[in-house]
């Protein structure tokens, strides 16, 4: 397994992946989007860009796991489905995981922009999608006509991506929600992050075997990140999430542009 970089005393590295998880933390808790400071950031300091994706997971799982378990209650309220998707999760995520490790850099670098590109897209219309979805559903009886084998292959399909790339996984993972007929947000809010979580354990499991996981640049980004989810939920009173959440957009637009560049300039 892979500990860190060759250049291990290079303490610039660890000052740009601990602000990259301040401010990733702190998005996370305000509006989302923290995937896309700390992705580029392990890049940025020489981390290869498979292997920067896999850490990118390593780092934000902590956050999915304590946000499911502050949930907790609305869970179980809304727990109907929740051991097959919670199986579906797992394998799902583990394929995608497996997935990565068959493509090289080479290949994963020419992925990136169009996978930036569906994420920023995602988190940019993300909201109109749902309220789109809550308009045409009817609920659960929807959902059941609909068939329960769509909605798991639908389920399968997206936390394979969660695996794969983990970037707009939660966004995603809301309108389904909203397509399989739930209609409590905190319900939907913690299924989310429960379903989050088993997708970046079951892959980083797999990746770290694999030996993609930089675990050293991955923990520096992972406090950077708890202290910024934790800063940033005392102080969101002070900043509007709408501020946050359109520049996050402009931000991941201009940094999918700068992949784009990179890959066809």
Known sequence: M?????????????????FAGL????????????????????????????AANATNTFACL???????IGFYDAIMANRQRIVLYSIIALVAGYLGAEALLLVSDAQFS????????????????????????VSRSSGSKRAARAGAIGTALLLTAICFYGGFFNAGLGIILLAFLVLAGYKDINGMNGIKLWL????????????????????????????????????????SYLIPALYVRRFVIVYGLGLTVYFFWQVYG
């Open 196 to 235: 989050s979580t088993l997708v970046a354990l079951t892959a980083v499991i797999r990746l770290a075997i694999g030996g993609s996981i930089y675990w050293l640049e991955g923990s520096v980004a992972l406090v950077g990140a708890t202290l910024g989810g934790y800063l940033a939920a005392r102080l």
């Open 110 to 133: 020419t992925i990136v922009p169009w996978l930036m590109l569906f994420a920023v897209l995602a988190f940019s219309f993300g909201g109109q999608l749902n309220s789109y979805l």
């Open 2 to 18: 892979r500990a860190s970089l060759d250049q291990k005393d290079n303490i610039l590295d660890w000052i740009i992946l601990f």
């Open 23 to 50: 401010g990733a933390g702190a998005l996370n808790a305000l509006a989302g989007g923290g995937s896309f400071v700390i992705f580029p950031a392990l890049m940025l300091v020489g981390v290869p860009p498979v």
């Open 62 to 68: 902590p956050g999915y796991a304590s946000g499911a």
